[in-house]
T-cell receptor, first 113, second 116 residues
Framework: GENVEQHPSTLSVQEGDSAVIKCTYSDSASNYFPWYKQELGKRPQLIIDIRSNVGEKKDQRIAVTLNKTAKHFSLHITETQPEDSAVYFCAAGGKGSQGNLIFGKGTKLSVKP | GAVVSQHPSRVICKSGTSVKIECRSLDFQATTMFWYRQFPKQSLMLMATSNEGSKATYEQGVEKDKFLINHASLTLSTLTVTSAHPEDSSFYIC????????????FGQGTRLTVV
């Protein structure tokens, strides 16, 4: 089955700096790669996703890149703000009718003002 | 985005009793629902996948007789934790998807289960 590795587990940046979180996956059949943000005690919220027919996708300060050959994808947050502080999860999956999403272990991002 | 409602948000039960958690898609028909378990400061661990009208598919290591999943309609899936024990205490969260694999899944708000 699919296995997703996520790094780093914790990341601390100064407000205004960029943050990069990286994930690798094992199943080459996976074709859907979402990123979720989870604030303490709340449900995960989708912030951006990418499908395997696209190499890069951007939405304001957030971007995701995908390298299918190397089986890795990354989240980039520019001009970080304190409200970006949360746990971020990557996931991979989407194949077949089940399309189970397998999540990485998460990255706790802290943005210091 | 679409709305998924999960109830209850918190439940405390005695050891040996059963607890039912509901997951509802409020404004779309969920062909597939997923149940996850999340320990403090850890990731979401997929427990099982259910499709409306068919038996759930459980992940390896998840006891299907202990965690009963029913997906009776396109808007409702339930997870019943049977004969709960303190080690079952955790945060359980569902997600629902309208389309086939490769489409966005929406999460419920989660249920904090404490077994005493």
């Amino acid at each position: 089955g699919e296995n997703v590795e996520q790094h780093p587990s914790t990341l601390s940046v100064q407000e205004g700096d960029s943050a990069v979180i990286k994930c690798t996956y094992s199943d080459s059949a996976s074709n859907y790669f979402p990123w979720y943000k989870q604030e303490l005690g709340k449900r995960p919220q989708l912030i951006i996703d990418i499908r395997s027919n696209v190499g890069e996708k951007k939405d304001q300060r957030i971007a995701v890149t995908l390298n299918k050959t190397a089986k890795h994808f990354s989240l980039h947050i520019t001009e970080t703000q304190p409200e970006d502080s949360a746990v971020y999860f990557c996931a991979a999956g989407g194949k077949g009718s089940q399309g189970n999403l397998i999540f990485g272990k998460g990255t706790k991002l802290s943005v210091k003002p | 985005g679409a709305v998924v409602s999960q109830h209850p948000s918190r439940v405390i039960c005695k050891s040996g009793t059963s607890v039912k958690i509901e997951c509802r898609s409020l404004d779309f028909q969920a062909t597939t629902m997923f149940w996850y378990r999340q320990f403090p400061k850890q990731s979401l661990m997929l427990m099982a996948t259910s499709n409306e009208g068919s038996k759930a598919t459980y992940e390896q290591g998840v006891e299907k007789d202990k965690f009963l999943i029913n997906h009776a309609s396109l808007t409702l899936s339930t997870l019943t934790v049977t004969s709960a024990h303190p080690e079952d205490s955790s945060f359980y969260i569902c997600s629902a998807r309208a389309g086939a694999g490769g489409t966005e899944a929406f999460f419920g708000q989660g249920t904090r289960l404490t077994v005493v």
